[in-house]
């Protein structure tokens, strides 16, 4: 009879092990000491998954963070059913609706059977009320790596814009390079022609 209970415990202690080392992966939480990783293992929402369950769609209001702790989730463009990410064990996603309310800009689906932990804005402001001092510290992480997506997107935006910059020059081109072949093909045609 030990040996049953004992296996049920170190199971469910492998299992809390595993959501921690998970955890401790997540920019958000990797600088929090054990005591503070163990308050949000505490809050978070367990759920599994199967294969092409939809965890959000586009447009629906934002109302938490979602990691991965094993499995594969596509992040896909509505209404051309367009995959712009693949997102696998240990990533997260959705982390702006801790801050926000806002639609999701993208549906999330799972691609695999997936075996995910939810964060939602009502835990971390629950989480504030009662511990402010980690709340903060959870803010100012997530505030940090919003902050670092935005650079990040300002500089493919500005990769882009360049590029467009090029292309333009180039389709320029290609028209004056056209039109004067045409008028010379004309003058040609004219000077060709019998009288």
Not at 39 to 58: A, C, K, M
Not at 160 to 172: G, K, P, W
Request: charged letters at 30%; hydrophobic letters at 35%.
């Amino acid at each position: 009879m030990d040996s049953f209970w004992g296996n049920i415990f170190k199971s469910r202690e492998k299992r809390e092990e595993e959501i921690t080392a998970v955890l401790k992966k997540i920019p958000i939480f990797e600088e929090l000491n054990p005591r503070e990783v163990s308050s949000i293992e505490r809050i978070l929402h367990r759920r599994t998954y199967r294969p092409g369950e939809v965890i959000f769609h586009q447009g629906d209001a934002g109302v938490g963070m979602y990691i991965i702790e094993r499995g594969t989730v596509e992040i896909i463009l509505e209404p051309v059913n367009q995959v712009v990410a693949e997102i696998k064990d240990g990533e997260f996603f959705g982390e702006l609706a801790l801050l926000d309310e806002s639609p999701r800009s993208a549906t999330a689906r799972a691609k695999t059977e997936c075996r995910m932990l939810g964060f939602f804005q009502s835990d971390l402001f629950g989480l504030i009320e009662r511990d402010p001092r980690l709340g903060v510290k959870i803010v100012l992480r997530l505030a940090s790596i919003i902050g670092d997506r935005l650079k990040h997107s300002n500089q493919q935006m500005q990769q882009l814009m360049h590029r467009i910059h090029e292309l333009e020059t180039q389709i320029q081109q290609l028209k004056e390079t056209t039109a004067k072949g045409g008028r010379k093909k004309s003058r040609q045609a004219s000077a060709d022609a019998p009288s």
